[in-house]
């Protein structure tokens, strides 16, 4: 029997504390979370996928970030309005790309998860984050993504104590008496 206790309580309240904005902290425990249930499962590319996602979600982050900050120093400037508008679109055009390939990762990740422990719940909370991510340029994405938020809590939390080891195969029956 493998372990996931621990898994499910880091996940569980790394979601939550994501969810309240303390991001930076919340994003570590789901990390170790991952990292947990990639060992209970034997399957490392669970972690490795989810680690890519973190990954690439970070440097979209500060893409966006370095973007901000350079349209808020070019107001200063003699920037032409259009110049400073058409910076902030290509940022953002190239941290929203990266993102939407993040979220790709966290998806197949969450994917095996689901399929590894039974928990449906992330497949489901999977594809919620990727529609937000498509969604967020029309707004209903901000709110597909705090559905999945909320919905990552719950399975993180629908995990099993443990997780049975699979069968060794099928048991042979004798047919003599």
């Known amino acids: 029997m493998s372990e996931l206790k621990n898994a499910k309580l880091l996940g569980g309240v790394g979601a939550i504390l994501t969810l309240v904005g303390l991001g930076f902290v919340g994003f570590i425990l789901k990390l170790f979370a991952v990292k947990d249930i990639a060992e209970a499962t034997g399957r490392g590319e669970i972690f490795s996928k989810y680690l890519w996602a973190a990954i690439l979600n970070i440097v979209a982050a500060l893409i966006l970030v370095a973007s901000l ?10 920037e032409s309005p259009e110049a400073i508008v058409g910076a902030m679109g290509i940022g953002g055009i190239i941290a929203a790309i990266i993102m939407f390939v993040g979220v790709w990762f966290m998806k197949q ?9 039974g928990v449906g719940t992330f497949h489901t909370t999977a594809l919620l984050y990727l529609a937000g991510a ?20 719950v399975a993180f939390f629908s995990l099993p104590e443990e997780l049975a080891k699979p069968d060794e195969g099928p048991v042979p029956v004798s047919l003599e008496e």
């Open 69 to 78: 900050w350079g349209v808020m120093f070019a107001m200063g400037s003699s």
């Open 134 to 153: 498509i969604l967020i340029p029309i707004g209903l994405g901000l709110v597909i993504l705090l559905v999945a938020a909320i919905l990552e809590i």
């Open 109 to 117: 990740s969450y994917d095996m998860i689901s399929e590894e422990t």
